[in-house]
Protein backbone atom coordinates (compact mmCIF):
# COMPACT_ATOMS: atom_id res chain seq x y z
CA UNK A 1 0.00 0.00 0.00
CA UNK A 2 2.92 2.36 0.69
CA UNK A 3 4.41 2.20 -2.68
CA UNK A 4 1.28 2.76 -4.01
CA UNK A 5 0.81 5.75 -2.14
CA UNK A 6 4.43 6.54 -2.75
CA UNK A 7 4.10 6.80 -6.68
CA UNK A 8 0.32 8.62 -6.23
CA UNK A 9 2.19 11.46 -4.85
CA UNK A 10 5.16 11.13 -7.24
CA UNK A 11 2.42 11.95 -10.33
CA UNK A 12 0.37 14.80 -8.11
CA UNK A 13 3.71 16.13 -7.44
CA UNK A 14 4.74 15.84 -10.75
CA UNK A 15 1.66 17.31 -12.20
CA UNK A 16 1.74 20.02 -9.96
CA UNK A 17 5.50 20.73 -10.85
CA UNK A 18 5.14 20.50 -14.87
CA UNK A 19 1.42 20.75 -16.13
CA UNK A 20 -0.09 23.15 -13.83
CA UNK A 21 0.46 26.50 -14.91
CA UNK A 22 -2.26 28.53 -12.49
CA UNK A 23 -1.00 31.06 -10.33
CA UNK A 24 -2.14 31.18 -6.57
CA UNK A 25 -1.54 34.47 -4.17
CA UNK A 26 0.75 33.06 -1.70
CA UNK A 27 1.63 29.74 -2.45
CA UNK A 28 3.97 28.02 -4.92
CA UNK A 29 2.63 25.30 -6.35
CA UNK A 30 5.74 24.62 -8.40
CA UNK A 31 7.52 23.76 -4.79
CA UNK A 32 4.61 21.99 -3.83
CA UNK A 33 4.90 19.82 -6.46
CA UNK A 34 8.70 19.28 -5.69
CA UNK A 35 8.05 18.72 -2.04
CA UNK A 36 5.18 15.66 -3.20
CA UNK A 37 7.47 14.40 -5.34
CA UNK A 38 10.34 14.19 -2.75
CA UNK A 39 7.70 12.57 -0.32
CA UNK A 40 6.59 9.89 -3.18
CA UNK A 41 10.04 8.41 -3.78
CA UNK A 42 10.57 8.26 0.45
CA UNK A 43 7.64 6.68 0.59
CA UNK A 44 8.32 4.17 -2.01
CA UNK A 45 11.90 3.32 -0.59
CA UNK A 46 10.65 3.02 3.07
CA UNK A 47 8.04 0.68 1.34
CA UNK A 48 10.37 -1.56 -0.16
CA UNK A 49 12.70 -1.43 2.33
CA UNK A 50 9.29 -2.72 4.81
CA UNK A 51 8.68 -5.55 2.00
CA UNK A 52 12.09 -6.88 1.88
CA UNK A 53 12.31 -6.76 6.07
CA UNK A 54 9.20 -8.86 6.33
CA UNK A 55 10.79 -12.07 3.99
CA UNK A 56 13.23 -12.59 6.82
CA UNK A 57 13.63 -16.06 8.86
CA UNK A 58 14.10 -16.58 12.21
CA UNK A 59 15.70 -19.70 13.60
CA UNK A 60 15.76 -19.95 17.41
CA UNK A 61 17.51 -23.02 19.27
CA UNK A 62 16.90 -24.17 22.80
CA UNK A 63 19.25 -26.88 24.31
CA UNK A 64 18.29 -28.22 28.01
CA UNK A 65 18.80 -31.59 30.32
CA UNK A 66 15.95 -34.18 29.91
CA UNK A 67 15.22 -34.46 33.91
CA UNK A 68 14.51 -38.29 33.28
CA UNK A 69 17.29 -39.73 31.26
CA UNK A 70 19.95 -36.79 32.23
CA UNK A 71 20.24 -36.41 28.11
CA UNK A 72 20.91 -32.70 26.68
CA UNK A 73 18.38 -32.13 24.36
CA UNK A 74 18.19 -29.30 21.71
CA UNK A 75 14.98 -27.89 20.11
CA UNK A 76 15.20 -26.25 16.93
CA UNK A 77 12.14 -23.94 15.47
CA UNK A 78 12.26 -22.31 11.94
CA UNK A 79 9.96 -19.64 11.10
CA UNK A 80 9.34 -17.51 7.71
CA UNK A 81 7.45 -13.77 8.51
CA UNK A 82 6.66 -14.24 4.91
CA UNK A 83 2.81 -16.94 4.20
CA UNK A 84 3.07 -18.74 1.48
CA UNK A 85 1.84 -17.26 -1.84
CA UNK A 86 -1.15 -19.33 -3.48
Known amino acids: MS ?3 GIFLFAV ?5 FAVNVAVEGIELVTIGYILMVAGIVTVIIGIALMMRRR ?5 ERSGVDPASGERVTRREAS ?5 VA
Open 13 to 17: GAILA
Open 80 to 84: IDDPP
Open 3 to 5: IGF
Open 56 to 60: SAVTT
